[in-house]
C-alpha cells in the first residue's frame, strides 16, 4: 500500500481547495486517480484477483475504494449531481477504464483530458 500511497480520505477535500470550476475540479479528480493507478496498477488488479480470499487484501482494497469515493464526492461535492451521476463518475476513474484508454494507445495525459472533457460535459449535462 505504502507504493500506491492512495491519499487519506480525511485529507481529499484539501486537494480540492482553490478549485471552483467542475471542470478544474474533475480534472483534479481524474489525474489523482490516474496517478494512483500509475503508482500500483499491479498492485491494484492482483488485489482484485484477491479480495475474496484474503482479508488482508479485502482490507486494503476497502482502502482504495474509501480514497476513490472521497475522491469523487469532493470533486463532485458543489454539483446538483445524483447517486447515478456519482457512480459515472466513479466508474470513469475506474482502473478499468484508464487502462482501456492505454490498451487503445492513448497516453496518460490524453487519458486524463479524455475523462475529464466526458465528466465535465456530464456535469454541465446536471446542472440544467
Not at 87 to 104: P, Y
Not at 116 to 124: E, I, K, N, Q, Y
Amino acid at each position: 500500500m505504502e507504493r500506491i500511497a492512495p491519499p487519506d480520505p480525511q485529507a481529499v477535500p484539501a486537494l480540492f481547495e482553490g478549485l471552483h470550476t467542475p471542470a478544474a475540479r474533475i480534472e483534479r479528480l481524474v489525474r489523482e486517480a490516474s496517478a494512483l493507478y500509475e503508482r500500483g496498477a499491479p498492485q491494484l488488479r492482483a488485489m482484485r484477483e484477491e479480495v475474496a480470499f484474503h482479508p488482508n487484501v479485502a482490507e486494503a482494497d476497502q482502502d482504495i475504494e474509501a480514497s476513490l469515493s472521497a475522491l469523487v464526492h469532493a470533486a463532485l461535492k458543489p454539483s446538483p449531481m445524483t447517486s447515478a451521476d456519482r457512480a459515472v463518475a466513479r466508474a470513469m476513474i475506474d482502473l478499468g477504464t484508464l487502462q482501456a484508454l492505454r490498451d487503445q494507445g492513448i497516453g496518460p495525459a490524453d487519458a486524463v483530458a479524455a475523462v475529464s472533457g466526458m465528466l465535465a460535459a456530464r456535469v454541465v449535462d446536471a446542472a440544467r
